[in-house]
């Protein structure tokens, strides 16, 4: 029970006193992942063990000019931590505990408080939307319900009266109260689960996805070729028996590390992750806080984006603008009196809190309330004044004024017209009991019409439309009177009429209407969850955006959930995106950041992957037909950082507003293999006559020269449409292998040894026939769609 002296909370001096004793609510977790983890996992995998291998080979045989490509593996693991570490402080801070403040009353007052400021036995106020901070007990309960699915699963909100216990983490869905505080810090339930909590589930990423699978391909046919390409260097070098004659096994070593090196996509996981964490770190420049990097990816998937209107087409903020005399004989000072009681609520919601700012009294003391449900759609108050006791209702016109219809038209006039309206309505019979009760059949005595104003946000319109020409289907669906989301709607060229959700009876009805409108009213928060749900059946992607407790679940629910900066705790915590600065316009932001990541990480993804196809080409034929292999290691260090390393930094981060398009793993494939084979063949041709008739280092030159035609033209289709920046990159790059091949230094560096001769002409010729091979399966792979010109 609330008595007088629980209800004036702590003093400042027992707080100082808690706060001195270790009785805060200070927490001292374990993060979801150790830095040891985060070591283990990126630096011990399968293409590091196997290039760390190669790289020992290479200190073995003492020409550390072979072991350039161990660079690449020590910044893939360095930038790969930092993603690591980056996304674990993330999730730390986005924990179960997710609100940064906590209403508590305090000498009387009730003040907001940081999360580690709550106290043993503080009073906790809560009302909808509320996160409990720290484990408590019910002491006054106004139809409190509270939803505890992040803690326990149980997806029905659970009412608590007086005396029931409150877990921390779990959030209020409907109803207000009064709630003293139990157990802190590493004591309270939440804090003994939020290792499990933080490990929250993963969005699904087609590009994570398609770059696991790519993996686990290779991890299944290294193993096989690698061996192969053993076996091929000892028979090529004469066998067991001679390969310890002289410097041979020198040279079959060494021709084995290259075959390898040629085979690793060393870079592909680098660039994945650093095309994620740059939009990551560019979108929080932009105020978007990603709490999980995938989720970039995720916008640009999305075709089916649902919208609350409160907060999000609109500012949030609500305005008082009049009353309207009903004329049903209601006193001015007692609808004053009345809507006074309603605004003189400390755990009331944002109606409230406008009508305590408008209307003062001292006249009465509240006997009872009834909290604002979403479900009813009202609140109401037991007030007594003068001895005297009288019952009021303020809620949905169409829920109060059902059985008087001139004054709900009154309402549904000025609902047109885009304002908010309530209806406020004396009871001449008792208020039912519990928050969930109807009020169908309650006689009233109509009273007063509440307007309040909200304003559009200016750049709803703009932004609405820019989804529309991204060919995404745009759904609002408000709990507001369909005629205001109506109005709203027009005021933003949106089409249609709203459907009036509180008539749609059951799934099959909300699933119909869903068909044929995009604008909703009178939603509840059970179907918005219903509707994400019936859409996502439907095959769409579906992206929810909210700012309220009725949103959290239906934000949840959807591929990707994106909370206002002002949105209550609950809602925050279960979002992927939050909108710091409450600005809808940073959505076409995030889709564009999203395109760039799947089309650039799409791009770079062939160009490493075909260099896969012709490392392991070559491997398998020079061990069959026991060559020796036509690379030097440092040779194809030299085509890879130039025609594949360096570009692909560049080319992973550059602009590009590619509209999705699903399928990218089977484009990857039907792309990379053939062009891989095309520039595996190309080199198979340039060194098949010359490795016996001219000097073994001459050959191995030559052939680089011509893979390096091949990849530089892999390079040039997929950096297409050409812009003057990617010229020059392609310049650049063809500037570099000039020089490297004409300066002493780097010539003997990479032993590159090309004078002019018929046989550099022959390397060149192969190259450029190898080249036309890849433009005309270019044009080939565009009209069957396998690659698309990059915007």
Known sequence: MLDARTREGLTSAEVAERLSDGRGNTQHQPTSRS??????????????????????????????????FYGVVIVNALIGIVQEVRAKIVLDRAALLAAPESRVRRDGQVVSVPLDRVVLDDLLVLRPGDQVPADARVVESTGLALDESLLTGESDPVFKDEDAPLLSGSHVTVGTGYAVVTA?????????????????????????????????????????????????????????????????????????????????????????????????????????????????????????????????LTTGELGFERTVDLGGGVPAEEIETALAAFGDDDAGNATAGILSSRFRSDRYRVQRRIPFSSATQYSGVVIRVDGADSSWILGAPERVLADHADELEQATVIAATGRRTLALVRASDPLPHGSHAPIAGLRVQPAALVVLSETVRPEAAETLGYFGEQSVRVIVMSGDNPVTVSAIARGLRLEGEAVDASALTDDAALAEALRTSDLFGRVSP????????????????????????????????????????????????????????????????????????????????NIFLAKTVYGILLALVSAFLLWPFPFLPRQLTLVSTL????PSFFLALAPNRRIYRPGVLDRILKYSIPTGLIAGLTCVVAYLPLYRTIPLPEARSITT???????????????????????ALLAGVAA????????????????????????????????????????????????HELVFDRQ
């Open 643 to 646: 025609a594949i390393g360096i």
């Open 736 to 783: 570099a292998m000039v020089l490297v091949c004409v300066i002493p230094f780097t010539a003997a560096f990479f032993e590159m040894h090309v004078p002019i001769s018929l046989e550099l002409l022959w390397g060149i010729l192969v190259g450029a026939v190898g080249a036309a091979g890849i433009e005309l399966f270019y044009r080939f792979a565009r009209r």
């Open 35 to 68: 830095i040891a983890d985060i070591l283990r996992e990126n630096i011990f995998t399968l293409f590091n063990g196997i290039l760390t291998v190669c790289f020992i080979a290479v200190l073995v045989l003492g020409d550390l000019r072979d072991g350039f």
């Open 184 to 312: 802190v810090g590493a004591d309270s339930y939440a804090s003994k689960l939020t290792s499990e909590i933080r490990k929250r589930s993963l969005v699904h990423s087609e590009l994570r996805d398609a770059t696991n699978r790519i993996l686990v391909y290779l991890s299944w046919i290294l193993g096989p070729v690698i061996l192969i390409t053993l076996i091929g260097r000892v028979l090529a070098y004469g066998g067991w028996n001679a390969l310890f004659v002289d410097a041979r096994w020198r040279r079959a070593l060494l021709d084995a590390v290259a075959a390898v090196v040629g085979m690793i996509p060393e870079g592909l996981v680098l660039l994945t992750s650093l095309a994620f964490g740059v939009a990551a770190i560019q979108l929080a420049g932009r105020k978007v806080l990603v709490q999980e990097l995938a989720a970039v990816e995720v916008l640009a998937r999305v075709d089916v984006l649902c919208l609350d209107k409160t907060g999000t």
């Open 526 to 605: 059970e179907q918005k969850r219903t509707a994400v749900g019936l859409l996502r059946e439907q095959g769409r992607t579906v992206a929810m955006t909210g700012d309220g407790v009725n949103d959290a679940m239906a934000i949840k629910d959807a591929h990707l959930g994106i909370a206002m900066g002002s949105a209550t705790a609950a809602t925050k915590a279960v979002s992927r995106l939050v909108l710091l600065d409450n600005r809808f316009d940073r959505l076409p932001d995030v889709l564009a950041f999203g395109r760039r990541v799947i089309a650039n990480v799409e791009r770079v993804s």
């Open 705 to 727: 020269i011509a893979l390096f035609c091949v990849s530089l033209w892999i390079l040039c289709v997929l950096t297409r449409p050409l812009s003057g920046p990617r010229w």
